[in-house]
């Protein structure tokens, strides 16, 4: 079952994530980290609980994740957050995130969703919208996936 949701959302990215946060709010138990978002931060609330899906909705620089500090969230610390949640499943809703996501397969995380491409602010709010509403409903996740992806070859699970 999926039904904690570690969200992670930095506000300075200029994205507006509320109707995503609306969505899980009304199905899941969901921690969001939003405003200033920084590396210490996240590993300070993944230590407190465990997780099933470990969200960024963030933007990408240098293969990595972009903070609100402007830092990047590498691939490691990644890996090291979904590991010390324990998470089933990393959604990775930023540009470019497939070879981020690659490296989280490769060390064992059973299930990541990533970018194939830069991906448009609306399609990645609507396509996360889609795969939680489907997960809420019991789908399993690539059933959910394969239902929320608006736009062949931008995503991938």
């Not at 789908?139 to 931008?154: C, D, N, Q, S, W």
């Amino acid at each position: 079952m999926y039904n904690r949701v570690l969200f992670i959302a930095p506000s300075d990215s200029g994205l507006d994530v509320t109707p995503e946060i609306d969505t899980l709010a009304d199905a899941f138990t969901v921690r969001v980290l939003q405003g200033e978002v920084s590396a210490q931060r996240i590993f300070e609330v993944a230590r407190r609980a465990v997780w099933d899906v470990l969200h960024f909705s963030c933007h990408t620089r240098d293969n990595s994740l972009l903070l609100s500090t402007g830092d990047s969230f590498t691939v490691e610390s990644i890996l090291q957050v979904a590991r010390m949640c324990n998470v089933k499943l990393v959604f990775l809703n930023a540009c470019n995130t497939a070879g981020l996501g690659q490296i989280l397969v490769d060390e064992g995380i059973s299930s990541v969703i990533a970018t194939l491409t830069a991906v448009d602010d609306q399609i990645a709010k609507q396509t996360a919208l889609t795969f939680y509403q489907c997960l809420a409903r019991g789908m399993k996740p690539f059933e959910a996936f394969r239902l929320a992806r608006p736009v062949r070859g931008i995503y991938q699970f």
